[in-house]
């Protein structure tokens, strides 16, 4: 059974950083994209930052500048660097990959339970 596994949230103030990972666990094949999304109290669920197996990256204007996005395929595992902290990045983030669990199958999209980010002005 595949997991996606998130720890590093936390509360922290303004002006400060948190380091999320997420681990990809399960017998798979090979990971395409993974990604962050978050989604805050009464908002929908948006993209946070992404990056593809071949390292191309996307952030979402509001983080640029502040967040990077970097993964070890080696142990399946993509990490998100949050600097420069602001109370609206205040949200659950949750992981999402897209995982090819045979070569006959066609790639599936996983999802993380979502880890807590909470930014106090």
């Known amino acids: 059974q595949v997991q996606l596994v998130e720890s590093g949230g936390g509360l922290v103030q303004a002006g400060g950083s948190l380091r999320l990972s997420c681990v990809v666990s399960?017998?798979?094949?090979?990971?395409?994209?993974m990604g962050w999304y978050r989604q805050a109290p009464g908002k929908q669920r948006e993209l946070v930052a992404r990056i593809t197996s071949g390292d191309s990256i996307n952030y979402a204007d509001s983080v640029k500048g502040r967040f990077t996005i970097s993964r070890d395929n080696a142990k399946n595992t993509v990490y998100l660097q949050m600097n420069s902290l602001k109370p609206e990045d205040t949200a659950v983030y949750f992981c999402n990959a897209q995982i090819i669990l045979r070569p006959t199958i066609p790639l599936l999209t996983y999802w993380g339970q979502g880890t807590q980010v909470t930014v106090s002005s």
């Open positions: 399960g017998s798979i094949f090979s990971i395409n994209s």
